[in-house]
């Protein structure tokens, strides 16, 4: 008897997170693309389905995938080593938001077994917004802003998650929130985080990343410890020293103690208690630390643990090699970690070599003189 083949809807924003690494705090609207595009970004979603795709490859006989046509699907489908089963196409050489409605519509009537996606918040709310019908969903993470709980943890968890499926195994389903964040009012560094809808996703807690939460208002004297043990640390070190603030309410708070303007959502360079430079983007980043050993201070997403490649996708690789391992600084509060219940932090840089070359243990600062050493998986 003939197993039955897993059929796997496939929609690919091609666009998603192309503003990330530009500091433009989303990728929604042609105004924004073409502004990252003028900044020297490239498209990243294609890679990331890659290489989800690419660890499914040995599975491919028992699979077929069902897509929309080039740079939504079938491209990287085919890249991967698949042969896809095309629906439909995009109405444009660049596709739009009603594209990919029209492709979850499509791969929904077909019948497929889950919906993968790769995209960020917008586009989430684009399959929210299409589904007919409730359908298990999954998405592989490619934008700027994922604060939904319906992302897998990193492109190969989302391939575990597909494995898990077509095996049978016993892969309950829970419902994951579809929100969303103003992107005007982001780049004017306030968060308006709203809840848009609900996708069925799999049940899976090591691989599928939680809602994103908020910080707590009770915390702000154990965020003033912190921020005085960060900054006695600038000041004990060499004067020529570069610090790159990530972004955050948490490492706000050392911005706050040393009296210096802070960029909530964006990438800050201080030295010698100085501000340096604002809200930089990736190659600005990369300029400024050219030939010198930068420090980069981190907070990761309340609930979710994303330590790198959330919302700080100015981080590349190439900067986090540059600084290394022992010149990232990790600071939390306690409650912040016990709300991860034990799991680990995650890192998913865009580089898988260097995602394995970060993990272990690090030391997280929670206070004055108080560290944790907490696993980054």
Known sequence: MAQQLFRLGLVVNPLAGIGGPSALKGSDGAEVVAEARRRGAEVRAG????????ALRDRRQRMRILTWDGAMGADVARAAGFEPVVLGAPRNAVSAADDTRAAVRALAEAGVDLLLFAGGDG???DVCSALPHPLPTLGIPAGVKMHSGVYAVTPEAAALVVGQLQDGALVGLVTGEVRDIDEAELRAGRVNSRW???LQVPAEPRWVQHTKIGGRESEPLVLEEIAAEIAGRMAAGPADDLWIIGPGSTTAAVMA?????NTLLGVDLISQGELLASDLDANGLLERTAGKQPWILLTFIGGQGHLLGRGNQQLTPELLRRAGRDHLVVIATRSKLAALEGRPLIVDSGDSDLDQELAGYIAVT????DQILYPIG
């Open 257 to 261: 103690h040393l009296g210096l303007p």
């Open 366 to 369: 929670t206070g004055f003189e």
């Open 47 to 54: 890679e990331r389905v890659r290489r989800c795709l690419s």
């Open 123 to 125: 586009t989430a709310r």
């Open 196 to 198: 848009f809808g609900d």
